[in-house]
């Protein structure tokens, strides 16, 4: 089983709320990923998260605040947003490539985020 | 720093055409490359990916990349376009150094015309 799982599929927040992303597989993977996607523009990376540990951090605003309880779930939590940050909010979850082996970045479906 | 260029936001081809989306990359020290395919309202799949040995990579759905060294280059083929091809595709790369970050192109639109 190669899938990534994310909820909601859509999302509509007002700029005051408070709300979250989730993400989780079951393959094992020990690092999982967020990714934002613009409309007509390629993925950007925001976290990285290594065996539970926040590992790479793309300067993102702390408007989104990741965190990962478990080595199997990825949460995405989101408070005081601007309409800018509307976007397709992609989970990807691979084996950390240490030693020879480069592993696949396998990615979820996607969160539709509206900022109104 | 890394960068990767696709030649052509938007490619269409005839169904049973050759299909060909160029990738262009500049690194110091060849990078690992992939391509994905991502279909309207979905995820991104992985197609192919060059890491090392055999330069010409073979992927899913008949699509196959050959990485040039000496071009810089990672082109994405299939000899014969199917309608269920027309999605957007992006060429990336990663670090050899253990970083996981991968670094997007701008992406290729395909469409097919029956």
């Known amino acids: 089983d190669t899938e990534v799982t994310q909820t909601p599929k859509h999302l509509v927040m007002g700029m005051t709320n408070k709300k979250s992303l989730k993400c989780e597989q079951h393959?094992?993977?020990?690092?999982m990923y967020w990714y934002k996607q613009k409309a007509k523009k390629p993925p950007e990376l925001m976290f990285v998260y290594s065996y539970e540990k926040l590992s790479i951090n793309e300067s993102v605003p702390s408007r989104f605040s990741p965190e990962c309880p478990n080595s199997s779930l990825l949460n995405l939590h989101l408070h005081a947003l601007q309409p800018e940050d509307s976007a397709l909010y992609l989970c990807a979850s691979s084996q950390p490539p240490w030693g020879p082996n480069l592993e696949t970045q396998y990615f979820g479906p996607g969160t539709r985020l509206l900022v109104l | 720093a890394q960068s990767v260029t696709q030649l052509g936001s938007h490619v269409s081809v005839s169904e049973g055409a050759l299909v060909l989306l160029r990738c262009n990359y500049s690194s110091s020290v060849p990078p690992y490359l992939f391509w994905y395919v991502q279909y309207p309202n979905q995820g991104l799949q992985l197609l192919l990916k060059?890491?090392?040995?055999?330069?010409l990579v073979k992927g899913i759905n008949g699509f196959e990349a050959e990485f040039k060294k000496s071009e810089t280059s990672f082109h994405l083929t299939k000899p014969s376009a199917h309608m269920s091809d027309a999605a957007e595709y992006f060429c990336a790369v990663m670090t050899r150094e253990g970083a996981q970050k991968l670094v997007f192109g701008q992406g290729t639109r395909l469409t097919i015309n029956p």
């Open positions: 060059y890491t090392t040995g055999a330069t």
């Open positions: 393959m094992g993977h020990r690092a």
